[in-house]
């Protein structure tokens, strides 16, 4: 029957293309298969008001293709910023991978200050709007595309933006790299009470002495001053120090007690910049925030601040006193299901930090803590208790540990399904992955009904990571889960499965070679997924690809730019697209 049902598709599709041709002759322009081929990859390459081309640049990015080298070069010069972006990153991720050191800037161009692999520093130069150049940045050190050497070197523009430059400074710091007095006393003058506050956290962080400054943080009081030395973490703190650090204070200490219309924006940057600087020092500070938040009226917005501190103090100081107590208080006052969900996901956050720093007591909370949640009478709350408690390498911990999280997944949250695929993959546990997997991908378990098409999309997208997360620590659990998919004819399941192999940055096209595919759709996605990791493609696999860019199978239009952009490459036709796009 399926095999019918394919015959009568690839005969309505032939006679489509009889027609589309058929009319082209009619008009006196007749489109050859190589010209389709080459306008489906230009289109694909060309903005459009829904953002589609959004996904074919990332798909494209994600080839790691070294044929696509003057693709990006062309977008890194294009006049639409967003195309500058991708291509500038598609480069650097080229770079990186190649570790040629020569990239290019422009056409053809020889990168100058970038060197050795990364960014390109020129290309990032020539971006006109402040906003573009830190957009750029950001995503460069999210993606480890940018070098100490590099850092370094945009610190020193003129014009790079405050908040990114603190950024950069902020990581040279984690990288015991020394930073300039003067670097911070510039921004701590700034009338921008984030910049000026951020400034003080940075400089504060870079001070061997930072651990001294505990109790009476707000308390010192000195001349404000400037200084001109450099932060080195030799200590031993002189009059210039001790003017930063009073000058630093003052302005955390303004940032955090002024309530105007910036408070949450400025205090939940500050709370951020702690966290992802792992400031454990800064305790007094986060203190400070806690009381400030108290007295307020208790919006959403202080609501959320609030949450976020109670993070950072169990992230750091989870046996201090006030810790316990502002926690305790926020269960017993949460009364929305909003509230106690926030409460539950940030309890699984915290869980999951210490899981990914490998101590030996990952994935626990404090007893103090699991005690109070495993009386809550709400279900995500005494679940997250119960997966506190079990001890993985306690006897039969690791099945009490597969039935806690089984619990915790029964509460049918999309985030919980993110979490417990995280929390799998940083644990080194296979199983908790292909539970939550199993669930995403309708195999086995059935969770209850999704709450509205966002919340069902949600646990694809869940469904989605699993597959990559599997792929990476445990092939075969993933290889069985494909089989069961195919076999039961799950087609929900095994579309999310190949949605899945396709982002995975391993090579998986062994696990779909070969197999017989129940549907055209999985057909043609089986069929371009070997071809994407293959060496070398035969004419008959690019007769296969042609098919799918022109449409059999009905695979999503992202995939069919991706088909065609292999034939494009194999056919030696880039030159030809480079002179349609942009014109």
Known sequence: MAHARSVVVLMVLSCILAWTQSTHALHGSPLNDDERIIRLVVEGLTPTPDGRH??????????????????????????????????ILGLAELSNIEGDGEGVGGMGEVRGEGGGGGVDLVL???????????????????????????????????DVSPMI???????????EQMVPFEAFAHYLDSSDLLVSATAGLSYL????????????????????????????GSGGGTSEQDRLIAKALKRIHEAIAREDAGWAGRVSMLLST??????????????????VVGSKEQTRFDQAIRIQVLETMLLYWPELDTTQESWLAAIGEAESEVQKYRLGMTLLEVMGESARAEHDDAAFLPSWLTAVLLVSEHDLLQAVGRVAVVKSDAEGGIEQLHQAVGQLLDTGYASI??????????????DLVEMAARRCLGLGEVIAEADGQEEAERIAEAGKRAVMVLCEIDSGTLERLLDEAIQGKKETGLR??????????T?????????????????????LLVARWSDQLSEDDLDRLEMIAMGVGQVPFVRRVQAGWLIVRERDQIPNVLARFGR
């Open 54 to 87: 959004e996904a074919v640049f990332s798909m494209l990015r994600s080839l790691h293709d070294p044929a696509l080298r003057p693709v990006f070069s062309r977008l890194s010069a294009s006049a639409d910023p967003t195309l500058r972006v991708h291509g």
């Open 124 to 158: 990032v130069r020539r971006l006109q709007s402040e906003q573009e150049q830190a957009d750029v940045l950001r995503q460069a050190m999210m993606l480890n595309l940018i070098s100490s050497e590099q850092i370094a070197q945009v610190t020193r523009w003129s």
């Open 165 to 175: 430059d603190l950024l950069l400074m902020n990581r040279l710091v984690q990288r």
């Open 205 to 232: 962080n870079a001070l061997d002495q930072k651990g001294e400054l505990a109790a009476d943080l707000f308390a010192t009081k000195s001349d404000e001053g400037d200084g001109d030395k450099e932060v080195n």
């Open 274 to 291: 702690i966290q992802a600087s792992q400031m454990s020092w800064a305790q007094t500070i986060v203190e400070r925030c806690l009381i």
């Open 417 to 430: 399904f993110f979490w417990a695929v995280e929390f799998g993959r940083a644990c080194g546990r296979a």
């Open 496 to 505: 999310l499965i190949l949605a899945g192999l396709f982002r995975s940055g």
């Open 507 to 527: 090579v998986c096209a062994s696990l779909v070679k070969d197999r017989e595919m129940p549907t055209p759709f999985a057909k043609a996605m089986a069929d």
